[in-house]
């Protein structure tokens, strides 16, 4: 059902200005760009010479109705007439209706796993921001392209985006953000730049707590934090675990620290709903020799330090996706000058690593992302099942 919702929420898109379908619809534009990007080819002129290979028209033509493939510059000129707003709308509006499906099947599995019946966890909702770095230098694009994403971190899905023209606008775009989200329940985790009080309240509107990262921007928050955890005595009396795992030739301990006594803290009173405080201190060992670093977290919901582990590990999660898309799509260095383009085709790209993610977790397919796309690439038939259609 995976791709059928899908094609249901790209009915809605809208253009910059009236098109008639005439030769190629919008719909099917995308489609195209959608299914070149599932078989990890990088740019928009190699997945418009995949789709007018004899063997792939065929397979368009016979799959998903794509009778006639338009030339190069005009699959360009599709892309710049779509709407990124519109694009982003049908976007969330595709994930959100999945989320309840995958969202229990992923706590069956875990209690499965467990043996026993587990306390619900909030989904967590990672914001981060990821700057495309081609465009720093191009003469059509004032600042570098910034784009901000909201993530759910356990599904390992891209919930939604906006643009900023730069890192520093990501400031008041996220509170924006989030305003647009339906997340009731969930828990939102953001990195040490979106810590501050206008996101909090957001969040807060949004009815869900937060998570956020505590950095010097916010230094009287840190130090009262810092010198709380720091002092023995009163860390003693806080929740606290630890975990250790081994691989790549390292040894990485993560130790958290939670407690929910935040009266005494004056830095503290002017955050919304602020009814927990943490830590994490994370020891790696390698053969060069031992490191150690201290982080610290505000919570609007009181966390034990198992949740607080879980959660401010799925903010890599977020990161792990803008990975992906330097390193499967070479994101960084993708040429295009219109912004609108480059703004879709990052949101094309997340579609294709949210269904991905989505075949995965429905299939239990232990193979790495590059062997699914390489397998596209040799026979787009396989296409099929990554997309549910067979």
């Known amino acids: 059902m995976r791709w059928e919702e899908l094609e249901d929420a790209l009915e809605v898109l809208e253009t910059e200005r009236e098109y008639d379908g005439y030769f190629c619809s919008i719909k099917d534009a995308v489609i195209i760009v959608i299914l070149g990007s599932l078989c990890d080819l990088q740019s928009v002129k190699k997945i418009h010479e995949w789709a007018t290979t004899e063997h792939v028209k065929k397979f368009l033509s016979e799959t998903f109705g794509i009778k006639r493939i338009p030339c190069y510059w005009w699959l360009l000129s599709l892309l710049a007439l779509v709407t990124p707003a519109s694009l982003n709308q049908c976007m969330k509006q595709w994930v959100t209706s999945l989320v309840p499906q995958l969202a229990a099947k992923l706590e069956k599995e875990e209690e499965e796993q467990s043996h026993k019946k587990k306390k619900k966890k909030p989904l967590t909702i990672a914001i981060d ?6 465009t720093e230098k191009m003469k059509t694009y004032d600042s570098p392209l910034h784009i901000v994403s909201a993530h759910i971190g356990e599904l390992g899905l891209t919930l939604a985006q906006k643009t900023v023209e730069s890192k520093s606008n990501e400031i008041p775009a996220v509170p924006k953000l989030i305003k647009e989200l339906e997340i009731p329940g969930c828990m939102v985790v953001a990195d040490a730049l979106n810590c501050q009080i206008d996101t909090a309240e957001a969040i807060g509107e949004a009815k869900a707590d937060y998570l956020l990262s505590v950095k010097g ?14 002092d023995e005595t009163l860390r003693a009396t806080m929740d606290s675990v630890s975990r250790t795992e081994k ?19 004056p830095g503290g009173r002017e955050w919304p709903a602020l009814t927990c405080i943490g830590a994490v201190h994370t020891r790696f060992e390698t053969s060069k020799g031992v490191t150690d670093e201290w982080h610290y977290y505000i919570s609007s919901r009181v966390l034990s330090a198992e949740e607080l582990l879980h959660h401010a590990r799925m903010e890599w999660s977020v990161e792990s996706m803008h990975w992906l898309l330097d390193v499967h799509f070479d994101e960084d260095r993708c040429r295009i000058q219109s912004k609108t383009i480059q703004q879709n085709l990052n949101m094309l790209r997340k579609t294709a690593l949210n269904l991905i993610r989505i075949y995965k977790r429905e299939t239990g397919s232990k193979l790495p992302l590059n062997n699914i796309m390489f397998r596209a690439l040799m026979n787009p038939y396989d296409l099929l099942t990554v997309l549910g259609k067979n």
């Open 129 to 134: 921001g990821k700057e495309i770095r081609s």
């Open 217 to 230: 921007n916010q230094k009287e928050l840190m130090n009262d934090i810092e010198q709380y955890v720091q």
């Open 247 to 265: 691989g790549h030739g390292r040894v990485e301990r993560r130790s958290a620290y939670t407690s929910d006594d935040v009266e005494w803290q």
